[in-house]
């Protein structure tokens, strides 16, 4: 069984652990040393603040930068830079989004570079712990620091907005927390929300990837497809990482089936399944690499040096490196989702399954003509959610912030291509295990066995021509415990 408790401590959250928090009842508790960080980066913020100007503490922000903020008014100007910041637009964001994000932004403050005042570690674990919500709707960041997200959870803390939700479901006032108005920037400047989305995404399509795999075997054992393929010496000429492990997986879960092809060269589906599914694999990867990487940094302008107590003002909080990452990984998503379609499609013709046209129970029947309808609107939403998020730009704030790559959206545009990939990778499995049955044939052993075993424990047998939506959402919903079979 899990840990059910998650520790904070600046420099070691996953992807998984976001996940965990933001999708299970986990406890959340912050380490010693992460507080002792963010308590010293405090310390310094203050020094050198007192010493020379220092962005959003002693001057405004944007292009108020130049303006300095008077000391009579230092305890005002925070608290204005919060509400009038805190001006998202549209629905709110998922529940488990606004989980993620108050997970990343603690582990930020606990790296000790933002000058946030320690305490606040504590109040976000509250907030966790309680299931508080605050509200953050969609609309409101670019990319550059997730600025409504945060300022509106920091009235929530200040008591000056109450929360969405408690743990039934109510809206109320949650632990109060007294920010300090010099940290009200130092608790905004971050990428949390876009940063605990994209973990989320990230996390989600890696699984989805992996079900690929397995549904595409049940697929290529329908078929009666060769495994020439994925023979070693293929992918030693051709040495990709991602290729090799995607040929790699298919031998292993096609290894307790003896070889007997019917026919000399398998369409592109099965073919070239290593060679499509590979490039997505190693961009799902680097995607997860770069997300963890960020949601461990310490990545707020300006930056607290507390070895060389001093602040640097930077452009951490610009998160390129995560926009372009997930735009490639859905480019990717969407090569090795056509793939999937296409073997939809075999598994529609006679020729391919020895079956009635379209696996019908008779040769007029419609069988499962319509999944590949789904199926390929499906696709098509991947192909339009595939376009790079970084395409775009924006020049904000009296033209000082001239630069922008839609992080935000590109995490959004992940989460939604991969839900739509679920779907449609659903219509497959349902196509295949029908398949299957209706050729009288299961899989000798192995993993293999055991997807095709469980697939059919809550998948519909019938073959008389029926609406085969419930069939689609059982096979969708089925696809993460696939995940778990040792292949």
Do not use: K
Request: charged residues 20%; hydrophobic residues 45%.
């Amino acid at each position: 069984m899990e840990n059910s408790r998650i520790v904070i401590d600046g420099t070691a959250l996953t992807c998984v652990q976001v996940v965990r928090v933001a999708r299970e009842d986990v406890t959340i508790a912050i380490d010693p040393a992460g507080i002792e960080r963010a308590r010293a980066a405090w310390r310094v913020a203050r020094e050198v603040s007192e010493t020379q100007p220092v962005y959003g503490r002693t001057t405004g922000v944007g292009a108020n930068r130049v303006v300095d903020v008077e000391w009579e008014d230092a305890d005002a100007h925070g608290l204005r830079l919060l509400r009038s910041h805190a001006a998202g637009a549209g629905p709110l964001v998922a529940p488990e989004i606004v989980r993620a994000m108050l997970t990343v932004r603690s582990n930020q403050i606990a790296a000790g570079g933002s000058g946030v005042e320690s305490g606040a570690l504590q109040a976000l674990a509250d907030v966790l712990n309680l299931g508080l919500l605050p509200p953050v709707p969609v609309y409101g960041a670019i990319g550059t620091g997730d600025l409504t997200a945060l300022a509106s959870t920091a009235l929530c803390l200040l008591g000056e907005r109450s929360w969405v939700a408690g743990p039934d479901g109510v809206p109320e006032r949650g632990p109060g927390y007294t920010l300090h108005s010099a940290d009200a920037l130092a608790f905004i400047s971050s990428n949390a929300a876009t940063l605990g989305e994209a973990a989320l995404a990230t996390a989600d399509l890696r699984e989805m990837l992996r079900a690929s795999t397995i549904v595409a075997a049940l697929s290529h054992f329908a078929v009666r497809g060769s495994v020439e393929p994925y023979a070693p010496p293929v992918h030693d000429a051709c040495p990709h990482p991602g290729q090799r492990e995607a040929a790699a997986t298919m031998r292993a879960l096609l290894a307790f089936e003896p070889p007997a092809p019917a026919r000399i060269q398998d369409p592109y589906g099965y073919r070239a399944f290593p060679q499509v599914h590979g490039p997505a694999l190693e961009a799902a990867g680097y995607a997860e690499e770069v997300v963890t990487r960020e949601i461990n940094a310490a990545a707020e302008n300006p930056l607290v040096d507390v070895t060389g107590r001093t602040v640097w003002h930077n452009g951490n909080f610009h998160t390129a490196y995560v926009g372009l990452a997930l735009d490639a990984a859905r480019a990717a998503l969407f090569q090795t989702m056509a793939l999937a379609a296409a073997r939809l499609g075999t598994l529609a013709e006679p020729s391919f399954t020895g079956l009635y046209p379209f696996q019908g129970a008779t040769e007029a029947s419609s069988g499962i003509m319509i999944l590949e309808y789904v199926a390929h609107s499906c696709l098509a939403d991947v192909r339009r959610l595939a376009t790079p998020a970084a395409l775009g730009s924006a020049v904000l704030s009296r033209g000082v912030e001239e630069h922008a790559g839609f992080s935000t959206q590109s995490a959004r545009a992940t989460t939604d291509a991969v839900a739509a990939y679920r779907l449609g990778l659903g219509c497959e499995l349902v196509a295949a295990v029908r398949a299957l049955r209706m050729q009288g044939r299961a899989p000798s052993g192995g993993p293999l066995r055991s997807a095709f075993d469980q697939a059919g424990a809550v998948l519909d047998p019938r073959i008389d021509d029926r609406p085969l939506d419930a069939d689609i959402a059982v096979a969708a919903d089925l696809l993460p415990s696939l995940t778990r079979l040792q292949f």
